[in-house]
Structures are given as structure tokens and as C-alpha cells.
């Protein structure tokens, strides 16, 4: 798995497939962008590769996101989630600057499989439509931990929605307020992510190239969402979504285990 400029136009154009693919899976379900992409793009360029160039170019899919779903935001949510995450940010691009690229790419399969198996089990159907956050320090502390999970994860793999969802579904967030406050956590936290991808190193001519690649194929996937979200029969998305994290998982942890 070499850099973008030794290989063929063919695996290019994987790397834009993968990331129109991910654009489409959130603009439709308010999340899962990372999920899809960088496992799918790291079949032809590598992890280090990939999760800087999600974080550049995740900006695209959520702002579009959030300015559909910008009525259902809560600030104090959102805030308790990311001043926690962005704590967690600079520990995760430590760990993808120094941990092997195998060791990486195995956690992140690993963490799939995980969360794929719990999204089997969950229901992120029910709501509850009251506008008041809990107050308090012990959901405040709790929020902001949930946070700094999911910053970790932002920094090393650019996947920082899975703690944000099961924290939204525990909390049973209606679903404008859940595609919202994820919207605003991934924005802040995309910001952070490139400062401290940049910090560590990790914006390479490589990122630069597979970015270039990828935003057409996220601009794309973003407008294709929104024209599809109209018809689309939202159950059936999730279960089909279910099952390609789950898949995305084992070929991840098969990828790293075979380059050890």
C-alpha cells in the first residue's frame, strides 16, 4: 500500500468512491462518514493517509448537515461533549503520529466490530423531545467524558461519532437535535483535528493528495444524500448500515493482523 503519487489513477478514484460513500451515509444519517471512508480508503492508501484527509475534508458533509438540522441544536448539549473532546483530540494524533500503522489499523477494526455489534442491539428510534438538558456537575462531568472518548478516537482515526451516538441515543434526542449537536461536535472537532494533525506532522504531501481526490467525491456524496434522503426508507438504511460496519470491522482487524 504505497503513497498516492505511485499509484495508478484506478486506486484515485477508490479514494473518491470511498469518501462519496461516506458523505452520502451521513448526510442521510447524521453520521457514519468516518465510519465508511477511511476503512474502505485505506484498502489502497494507509491509515495515517486516510484519517488526516477525513478531517479536512469532513467539513463539506457537516456543515451541510448541520444548516438542515440547525432548528433542532442544543448549545449546552453540544458544548458539555466538546469541551471534553477537545482534550481528547490532541492524545489521539499522538497515538496515530507513534503507534504502529498495523497497531492502528487493527484498533480501529476492533472498535467497528464493537460498535456495529452495539448498534445491532440499540434503538435510536425513541425520543424524548424535552428542550432541558440535565443539570448539574455529575452530567456535566459525564458529557464531557464522553467527549474526551470521542476526541481520542478523532485524533487517531478521524471516527469520533461512535461515544456521540451512544450518547445520543441513550439520551434519546429527537432526531433534528441528534444530527444537529453530532454536526456541531464534528465541526469543532474537525478544526481540532487538523491543528493537531498539523502539530504532529501528520499533514503530508500524501493527505494533500488524497484530499484532492476526496473532495470531489464528498461533494458529490453530499448532494447525492440530500436528494436521497427524501425517499429513502430509513430502517432498511440503518440495517444495511449495520452490516457494513460490522464487515468493514473484520476486514480491518484482517488487514492489520495479516501485516504483522
Given at each position: 500500500?504505497?503513497?498516492?503519487?505511485?499509484?495508478?489513477?484506478?486506486?484515485?478514484?477508490?479514494?473518491?468512491?470511498?469518501?462519496?460513500?461516506?458523505?452520502?451515509?451521513?448526510?442521510i444519517?447524521?453520521?457514519?462518514?468516518?465510519?465508511?471512508?477511511i476503512p474502505l480508503?485505506?484498502?489502497?492508501?494507509?491509515?495515517?493517509?486516510?484519517a488526516p484527509?477525513?478531517?479536512?475534508?469532513?467539513?463539506?458533509?457537516?456543515?451541510s448537515?448541520?444548516?438542515?438540522n440547525r432548528?433542532?441544536l442544543r448549545?449546552?448539549?453540544a458544548?458539555?461533549?466538546i469541551?471534553?473532546?477537545?482534550?481528547?483530540?490532541?492524545?489521539?494524533a499522538?497515538?496515530?503520529?507513534?503507534?504502529?500503522?498495523?497497531l492502528v489499523?487493527?484498533g480501529m477494526?476492533i472498535?467497528?466490530?464493537?460498535?456495529?455489534?452495539?448498534?445491532?442491539?440499540?434503538?435510536l428510534d425513541?425520543?424524548?423531545?424535552?428542550q432541558?438538558?440535565?443539570?448539574?456537575?455529575?452530567?456535566?462531568l459525564?458529557?464531557?467524558?464522553?467527549g474526551?472518548?470521542?476526541?481520542?478516537?478523532?485524533?487517531a482515526?478521524?471516527?469520533?461519532?461512535?461515544?456521540?451516538i451512544?450518547?445520543?441515543?441513550?439520551?434519546?434526542?429527537p432526531?433534528?437535535?441528534?444530527?444537529s449537536?453530532?454536526?456541531?461536535c464534528?465541526?469543532v472537532?474537525?478544526?481540532s483535528?487538523?491543528?493537531?494533525?498539523?502539530?504532529?506532522?501528520l499533514?503530508?504531501?500524501?493527505?494533500?493528495r488524497?484530499?484532492?481526490?476526496?473532495?470531489?467525491?464528498?461533494?458529490?456524496?453530499?448532494?447525492?444524500?440530500?436528494?436521497?434522503?427524501r425517499f429513502?426508507?430509513h430502517?432498511r438504511?440503518?440495517?444495511l448500515?449495520?452490516?457494513?460496519i460490522?464487515?468493514?470491522?473484520?476486514?480491518l482487524?484482517?488487514?492489520?493482523?495479516?501485516?504483522?
Amino acid at each position: 500500500m504505497g503513497p498516492l503519487e505511485r499509484t495508478r489513477p484506478l486506486e484515485g478514484l477508490l479514494v473518491a468512491i470511498a469518501f462519496a460513500l461516506g458523505a452520502f451515509v451521513q448526510t442521510i444519517a447524521g453520521f457514519g462518514s468516518a465510519l465508511v471512508a477511511i476503512p474502505l480508503a485505506t484498502l489502497v492508501i494507509s491509515v495515517r493517509t486516510a484519517a488526516p484527509a477525513q478531517a479536512l475534508m469532513g467539513f463539506v458533509v457537516t456543515l451541510s448537515v448541520l444548516h438542515q438540522n440547525r432548528h433542532g441544536l442544543r448549545w449546552r448539549e453540544a458544548g458539555r461533549l466538546i469541551a471534553g473532546s477537545l482534550f481528547g483530540v490532541p492524545l489521539g494524533a499522538l497515538m496515530l503520529k507513534s503507534f504502529p500503522s498495523g497497531l492502528v489499523t487493527g484498533g480501529m477494526g476492533i472498535m467497528l466490530f464493537a460498535y456495529g455489534l452495539w448498534l445491532v442491539r440499540a434503538n435510536l428510534d425513541a425520543e424524548d423531545t424535552s428542550q432541558t438538558p440535565e443539570r448539574g456537575w455529575r452530567p456535566m462531568l459525564g458529557a464531557a467524558a464522553i467527549g474526551w472518548v470521542a476526541g481520542i478516537l478523532g485524533g487517531a482515526y478521524a471516527t469520533d461519532g461512535p461515544p456521540l451516538i451512544m450518547y445520543g441515543a441513550y439520551k434519546r434526542w429527537p432526531k433534528a437535535t441528534f444530527k444537529s449537536v453530532l454536526q456541531c461536535c464534528f465541526l469543532v472537532n474537525g478544526i481540532s483535528m487538523v491543528v493537531w494533525h498539523g502539530a504532529n506532522g501528520l499533514i503530508t504531501a500524501d493527505v494533500v493528495r488524497a484530499s484532492l481526490f476526496a473532495l470531489p467525491g464528498a461533494i458529490v456524496g453530499t448532494l447525492a444524500g440530500r436528494y436521497a434522503d427524501r425517499f429513502i426508507d430509513h430502517e432498511r438504511f440503518q440495517r444495511l448500515m449495520r452490516i457494513l460496519i460490522l464487515t468493514l470491522g473484520i476486514v480491518l482487524f484482517g488487514q492489520a493482523f495479516r501485516s504483522l
